[in-house]
């Protein structure tokens, strides 16, 4: 009843897409959150096929109702598992650096609960208290339970979550960004659920504004905090600005388009940080 008040019920009341297809969406987006976290074309590659056979068992134990916590640890362990073999193979047959490893964090980012961060956040802010912390609660157990959980996956492979860097002009920075966000936002609508013509309308706007995001922290000097304020608005007025032509509510559109913006990075980094007790590093990411 308040999603249906909120004009989500009619959007996701049933499952649109098989668990081959959700797969396929979260390794288009985890991809494609690679690059937009400084990746290159391997950790890309790595990255999608992680997070598409991690998210495909996840949607697999989840029909067969297994437990959040086993379908969260299995998932993001076998995310893991994944690409650091695929590395370990590429290494083998290419003589590829292991370097490389460390984008992957990128395969498991399919786990971070964007939607249930961002509507808890809508509810709070509406003083439906209730469901805010419902929804909160859910978010932060989850990522909890998928941080820990990579975090001994990278004790066990030795993999260490380091910087990604990637070297590009400003004008070839800005045209990946804007396809990768396309992608990303696409991605993550789908493995929520959002119809394909909602998940392009949401993919539109989040393309411009977790663009926009990023280049006013590195073109302006933005605080990331910030930058993330004024993307996010821009992308709930083009929201508003669309919604009628879209043919769905605007909070349809507004949430999945910003929900790449929800810093899982550095979530994870604070909890592997928290594991290894290096403290300062741990809560610099938390804060």
Known sequence: DRLRSRG????????????AALGLASALACGAFTFLLGGGPLEMILAFAGAGIGNAIRCKLGKHHFTLF??????????CLVYAGFLKL????????VQHEAGYICSMLFIIPGFPFITSGIDL???DMRSGLE???YAIIVVMVAAVSAWLM???LH?????LPLELSAAQRILFRLLASFCGVFGFSAMFNSPVRLAAAAAFIGALSNTLRLELVDLAGFPPAAAAFFGALTAGLLASLIKTKVGYPRISITVPSIVIMVPGLYLYRAIYNLGIMSLNVSASWFA
């Open 8 to 19: 989500l019920g009619d959007v996701y009341k049933r499952q649109l897409y098989s668990p």
């Open 70 to 79: 086993m379908c969260i640890a299995v998932s993001v362990s076998s995310a």
């Open 90 to 97: 590429a290494e083998l047959l290419f003589h590829i650096s």
């Open 125 to 127: 802010a509406k003083l």
């Open 135 to 137: 929804r909160l609660a």
């Open 154 to 156: 990278a004790l066990l």
């Open 159 to 163: 993999l260490k979550p380091v910087d």
